[in-house]
C-alpha cells in the first residue's frame, strides 16, 4: 500500500506530466487517480492547471489577430524603422537565417 | 482548381517579376508591418527585439516571396513566418540562459521536506467557473503578466512550447533538453503560475 501512495509534490509533478507528455504509465495513472481522490488540495490544483494550460493556448494561438494590450498606450513603429526595412528589401539584402 | 491566386497578377517572366515582388513587399510594408510589430511586441514585450523580429521576417519574407502561393492572404502568411521568428527568439533565450536547468529550490518553496503542500501555497478554491475565467481579457492580461515573471529561460521554454504547435519530443530537441528536464520545468513553472494568479486575480 505504501507503494501506492504519492505525496503531493510527487502527484503535481504526475499531473504535469500527464498534460505534457500526454499519458503515464499504468502505475503512474493509478497512483495519481487515488491521489486525486483522497486530496482535495491536488485535485483542485489538478483542476487549475487544466485552465491554465488551456489560457495558455488561447494567450499564444488563436491571438495571432488580437495584438494590443488594452491598459498600455499603443507603440508605433517609428518611421525611421520604416524607411531602414524599405532600403534593406530595396537592396535585397538577405535574410540571416538561423 | 478555380481559385484566384494572390501571385497571378505577377507577369511569368523572371526579371518583371523580381521588381514586382519587391514593390509588392514594399505594399505589405504599409500594409501590415506595423500589426506585425504589435504582434511581435505583444509576445516579447521588448521594443527592440520586436522591430529585430518584424525586420527579420520582412527579410525572410522577400527570400521565399517566390513560394508564397496566394492561398493565404499575405497578413497571414507574413503572421506565419513571424511567429515561426518569435518561436526562435524565445528557444534561444532559454538555450542561452547560463540557468536554464530546472531547480529544484522552487519545488521547495511550495511543498514540505515530507511533500505536504506549505499552508501558504495551498491551491486555494477559484470561484470563477473556467468558462468565464478564458472569457475574461483582464484574466489574460493577469496571466501574461505572471508569465513575465517566471525566470527567463523558463518563460522561453512555456511560450515556445505553445507557440509550436508540436509534439514532446519535437520540442525538447529544437531546444536541446531532454524530455525529464522539459516536463520538470513545466511542473515548476506551472506550480509559479498558479500561485501568481491565486495571488493577483483570486485574492484582489
Redesign the interface.
Known amino acids: 500500500m505504501k507503494y501506492l501512495m504519492l505525496s503531493c509534490r510527487e502527484a503535481t509533478r504526475l499531473t504535469e506530466k500527464k498534460l505534457t507528455v500526454g499519458k503515464l504509465s499504468f502505475w503512474g495513472n493509478l497512483q495519481l487517480a487515488m491521489h486525486i481522490r483522497m486530496c482535495d488540495r491536488c485535485q483542485r490544483y489538478a483542476g487549475q492547471s487544466a485552465v491554465i494550460e488551456k489560457a495558455l493556448h488561447r494567450q499564444f494561438e488563436a491571438k495571432d489577430e488580437t495584438t494590443q494590450n488594452l491598459d498600455e498606450p499603443k507603440i508605433e513603429l517609428s518611421e525611421f524603422f520604416r524607411e531602414q526595412l524599405l532600403q534593406r528589401l530595396d537592396n535585397g539584402e538577405e535574410h540571416k537565417s538561423g | 482548381m478555380s481559385s484566384i491566386k494572390y501571385t497571378s497578377r505577377l507577369p511569368e517572366n523572371d526579371k518583371i517579376e523580381g521588381v514586382n515582388q519587391?514593390s509588392m513587399?514594399?505594399i505589405w510594408?504599409a500594409d501590415y508591418?506595423?500589426?506585425l510589430?504589435?504582434?511581435a511586441?505583444?509576445?516579447t514585450s521588448h521594443?527592440e527585439t520586436a522591430?529585430d523580429l518584424?525586420?527579420?521576417t520582412?527579410?525572410?519574407a522577400?527570400?521565399q516571396v517566390a513560394r508564397f502561393s496566394g492561398n493565404s492572404s499575405p497578413r497571414t502568411w507574413l503572421?506565419a513566418i513571424l511567429?515561426n521568428k518569435v518561436a526562435d527568439y524565445f528557444r534561444d533565450r532559454y538555450r542561452k540562459s547560463p540557468n536554464n536547468q530546472p531547480e529544484a529550490a522552487v519545488?521547495d518553496s511550495?511543498?514540505t521536506p515530507?511533500?505536504?503542500?506549505c499552508p501558504e501555497a495551498?491551491?486555494?478554491?477559484?470561484d470563477d467557473s473556467?468558462v468565464n475565467?478564458?472569457d475574461d481579457?483582464n484574466?489574460?492580461?493577469v496571466?501574461?503578466d505572471c508569465l513575465k515573471h517566471l525566470p527567463p529561460a523558463w518563460h522561453g521554454v512555456?511560450?515556445y512550447k505553445?507557440?509550436e504547435?508540436r509534439k514532446?519530443n519535437e520540442i525538447c530537441q529544437k531546444l536541446g533538453i531532454t524530455?525529464t528536464n522539459?516536463?520538470?520545468i513545466?511542473?515548476r513553472a506551472?506550480?509559479q503560475?498558479?500561485h501568481c494568479?491565486e495571488k493577483q486575480w483570486f485574492n484582489q
Open positions: 519587391k513587399l514594399k510594408v508591418a506595423d500589426d510589430f504589435q504582434r511586441l505583444y509576445l521594443r522591430e518584424v525586420q527579420e520582412f527579410l525572410a522577400a527570400q503572421a511567429r519545488e511550495f511543498f515530507e511533500g505536504t503542500w495551498m491551491p486555494a478554491e477559484w473556467p475565467l478564458l481579457p484574466f489574460s492580461h496571466l501574461e512555456v511560450v505553445f507557440l504547435d514532446g524530455t522539459y516536463w520538470q513545466l511542473h506551472k506550480l503560475l498558479r494568479l
